[in-house]
């Protein structure tokens, strides 16, 4: 079954941006676009038939602005539309499960909102199953939107960050795009040293080399996957997120990861991945892994 991207849409010039971004993602990938208007019934001073059909009808106005907008520009890209009578967390999260990615509307250096007022941005990326794409309301007559390279930060070891190369790789072979992949580190403290660390690190010529071919070796298997993607590799000395935001300066989508954490109190962001829907200029994307 093919995944669609899937956009959440209130009518907000952050998520009418987000589905321009979305549609165009689709139609690099080849891929069908599903949006989607969360709602739920407030209760008012008017009559219960009268207020449901109130609400409706402006659930429907918000999808048929959306639609308009998307088909006028990538006519070609199958498009579907759906109004889900509940509240935006539960409601994104369902729907993200079953999509390809879920892509949200944010504005400017902030929290996210629209649809999304208070926490909702936070609880839904915290929460999600699948990758979540955050995208910055911009000039619709912007010449080249979210042109430049895919910069994606690569933590841990090969296989812990295999979800999210694999989601940047994807990305810049569909959009044509070169990748930047960046890896930060620093000197762990005394204490944290591990014998056979150190001597690892030691033969390759300290700790510098030691990072860079964790990244290299990271990278091996999605170089030969998608060899069409000129890849940069950069290892940088610093915080994960201070790197990551320098290096996303110029970049058209910025890649991060998220890791799952089962916890009775929900899920959390990490910090790298708030720094970089807070600081980063260009869209960016949080990927789920282990």
Do not use: K, N
């Given at each position: 079954m093919t995944r669609a991207i899937t956009v959440g849409v209130d009518g907000s010039p952050e998520s009418l941006a987000a589905a321009d971004w979305a549609a165009r993602e689709a139609a690099r990938r080849e891929l069908p676009?599903?949006?989607?208007?969360?709602?739920r019934r407030q209760p008012v001073d008017t009559p219960l038939e009268q207020d449901s059909q109130a609400q409706v009808r402006a659930a429907?106005?918000?999808?048929?602005?959306?639609?308009?907008?998307?088909?006028?520009?990538?006519?070609?890209?199958?498009?579907?539309?759906?109004?889900?009578?509940?509240?935006?967390?539960?409601?994104?999260?369902?729907?993200?499960?079953?999509?390809?990615?879920?892509?949200?509307?944010?504005?400017?250096?902030?929290a996210l909102v629209g649809f999304l007022l208070g926490s909702y941005g936070r609880q839904?990326?915290?929460?999600?199953?699948?990758?979540?794409?955050?995208?910055?309301?911009?000039?619709?007559?912007?010449?080249?939107?979210?042109?430049?390279?895919?910069?994606?930060g690569q933590?841990?070891?090969?296989?812990?960050?295999?979800?999210?190369?694999?989601?940047?790789?994807?990305a810049a072979a569909a959009g044509g795009e070169d990748l930047l992949a960046v890896r930060a580190w620093s000197p762990p403290p005394v204490f944290a040293y591990e014998p056979g660390t150190m001597h690892l690190a030691d033969e390759l010529g300290g700790l510098e080399?030691?990072?860079?071919?964790?990244?290299?070796?990271?990278?091996?298997?999605?170089?030969?996957?998608?060899?069409?993607?000129?890849?940069?590799?950069?290892?940088?000395?610093?915080?994960?997120?201070?790197?990551?935001?320098?290096?996303?300066?110029?970049?058209?989508?910025?890649?991060v990861g998220r890791r799952v954490r089962r916890s009775p109190i929900g899920g959390r962001i990490g910090s790298v991945a708030h720094a970089a829907l807070h600081h980063a200029s260009c869209p960016v994307a949080v990927v789920p892994h282990d």
């Amino acid at each position: 079954m093919t995944r669609a991207i899937t956009v959440g849409v209130d009518g907000s010039p952050e998520s009418l941006a987000a589905a321009d971004w979305a549609a165009r993602e689709a139609a690099r990938r080849e891929l069908p676009l599903h949006l989607v208007h969360a709602w739920r019934r407030q209760p008012v001073d008017t009559p219960l038939e009268q207020d449901s059909q109130a609400q409706v009808r402006a659930a429907e106005a918000v999808l048929r602005e959306a639609e308009l907008r998307v088909a006028e520009q990538y006519e070609r890209v199958p498009l579907s539309a759906e109004a889900v009578p509940d509240t935006p967390v539960p409601a994104l999260l369902a729907v993200a499960a079953r999509a390809e990615m879920l892509v949200l509307g944010s504005r400017g250096h902030g929290a996210l909102v629209g649809f999304l007022l208070g926490s909702y941005g936070r609880q839904v990326i915290a929460a999600a199953t699948r990758p979540v794409v955050s995208v910055r309301a911009r000039p619709r007559d912007d010449p080249d939107p979210d042109q430049g390279p895919v910069v994606v930060g690569q933590q841990g070891s090969a296989e812990e960050s295999d979800a999210v190369l694999r989601f940047a790789f994807a990305a810049a072979a569909a959009g044509g795009e070169d990748l930047l992949a960046v890896r930060a580190w620093s000197p762990p403290p005394v204490f944290a040293y591990e014998p056979g660390t150190m001597h690892l690190a030691d033969e390759l010529g300290g700790l510098e080399p030691f990072e860079r071919r964790a990244l290299e070796q990271a990278l091996e298997p999605w170089r030969e996957r998608f060899p069409q993607v000129r890849v940069t590799a950069r290892v940088e000395l610093g915080s994960a997120g201070q790197v990551l935001l320098s290096a996303s300066a110029v970049a058209g989508l910025l890649v991060v990861g998220r890791r799952v954490r089962r916890s009775p109190i929900g899920g959390r962001i990490g910090s790298v991945a708030h720094a970089a829907l807070h600081h980063a200029s260009c869209p960016v994307a949080v990927v789920p892994h282990d």
